[in-house]
């Protein structure tokens, strides 16, 4: 009897292990090739749901944008559906990773940001505070070096983890007129 109870339960445990594989694998995103790239497109929409659900809280909640700017800021995606990119270091990332208001919230005075194991605190990106002159101060130009290269209105590197962000130049105007509105 002692047996049979065991050739039971080490079949239920085998069928529990196999629907396990393949549950996290039908939640898991897909990744391509050696670059470590999320291929969002191969996800099916129970997937994308609960990547945008769960993943991306911030930016994917807001479903309504006054201006190309504000979704930029929220989604990282320009109004004409174009993906905005992200590099970290030699990392590229979709803009389903991140986007500005992942890190420097909503009102754009940032915070301390929770980024899997650990922590860090991003900068106030209002207008206001970009351009104070005790800063130095940020104009327009400078403003747009920081976000496509990664540079500060002294001339140095961006602490990471600050993206350089890749755009077309209507997208990036678009989204330092929105800045001037936080």
């Not at 504000?70 to 970290?88: E, M, N, P």
Request: glycine residues 8%.
């Amino acid at each position: 009897m002692k047996k049979n109870n065991s050739l039971y339960l080490g079949l239920i445990l085998i069928i529990a292990g196999i629907i396990g594989i393949f549950g996290t694998s039908y939640l898991t995103p897909r990744w391509t090739g050696m670059e470590n790239k999320m291929d969002f497109r191969s996800m099916n929409s129970r997937q994308q749901h609960f990547f945008r659900q769960e993943m991306m809280k911030d930016g994917w909640s807001k479903r309504k944008f006054s201006s190309n700017g504000q979704r930029i800021y929220y989604r990282a995606v320009s109004s004409s559906k174009k993906s905005i990119k992200a590099t970290i270091g030699t990392m590229e990332m979709p803009s389903l990773m991140m986007s500005c208001v992942s890190c420097h919230g909503e009102n754009g005075q940032g915070g301390t940001v929770q980024m899997m194991m650990g922590s860090f605190k991003a900068p106030n990106i209002t207008y206001k505070e970009l351009t104070k002159e005790e800063n130095p101060p940020y104009t327009d130009k400078l403003i747009k070096r920081a976000i496509t290269k990664g540079i500060d209105a002294d001339g140095k590197r961006l602490e990471p983890p600050m993206p350089k962000w890749s755009m077309s130049d209507k997208d990036l105007n678009d989204l330092v007129d929105y800045l001037k509105t936080l």
